[in-house]
Antibody
């Protein structure tokens, strides 16, 4: 059974940093592209980072480029999202997902709240 | 970016009804479309991919159709458990984008 277990969410002040983790079981992260997708309260979905399967190439939308970094630890089979210079509009539930084009496996979500 | 527009935004229906949600793309996406269900406070669940292929374990009352720019998600006989928001998402080219969602009330 595939499980994606996220951790690391919380309440931070604007300008602070936070790192989310997504521990995978039942699938090997080096075999698949993985993505972080966020959903602001009451809103739709926005992708915030992608990492390719084996080459670990990364991509970001302009809204987070230069502030967010996605990475994988293959030995721990864990995906990370390092978030710096957080802003109020980064407040959202963050999901790690397996990217087959469509997203068949989702983590349970990590809530990030940016507020002073 | 390709824009995805869903209609209606909110839908109220009764148990046993046949319900259809529409998703339109701003340009052709062939059949590269997925549908998701999200219940309040829960993780989204993949229902359909490649416009019409039912994900394993999804009840057969759900079906998808369409190609090009217009797509539909149909629930043939609505059940109380189907109360949720539904989202379409294209995956033909980056960035993959979602529709704004349709809230289905029963």
């Amino acid at each position: 059974e595939v499980q994606l277990l996220e951790s690391g969410g919380g309440l931070v002040q604007p300008g602070e940093s936070l790192t989310l983790s997504c521990a995978a079981s039942g699938l090997t992260l080096s075999h698949y592209a993985m993505r972080w997708v966020r959903q602001a309260p009451g809103k739709g979905f926005e992708w915030v980072s992608i990492i390719s399967a084996s080459t670990d190439k990364t991509y970001y939308p302009d809204s987070v480029k230069g502030r967010f970094t996605i990475s994988k630890d293959h030995s721990k089979n864990t995906l990370y999202l390092e978030m710096n210079s957080l802003r109020a509009d980064d407040t959202a539930m963050y999901y790690c997902v397996r990217d087959l084009g469509y997203f068949d496996y989702w983590g349970q979500g990590a809530l990030v709240t940016v507020s002073s | 970016d390709i824009q995805m527009t869903q209609s209606p935004s909110t839908l109220s229906a009764s148990v046993g009804d046949r319900v259809t949600i529409t998703c339109r793309a701003s340009q052709s996406i062939n059949v590269w479309l997925a549908w998701y269900q999200q219940k309040p406070g829960k993780t989204p669940k993949l229902l359909i991919y490649k416009a019409s292929i039912l994900e394993g374990g999804v009840p057969s009352r759900f079906s998808g159709s369409g190609s090009g720019t217009e797509f539909t998600l149909t629930i043939s006989s609505l059940q109380p458990d189907d109360s949720a928001s539904y989202y379409c998402q294209h995956y033909i080219t980056h960035p993959y984008t979602f529709g704004q969602g349709t809230r289905l009330e029963i």
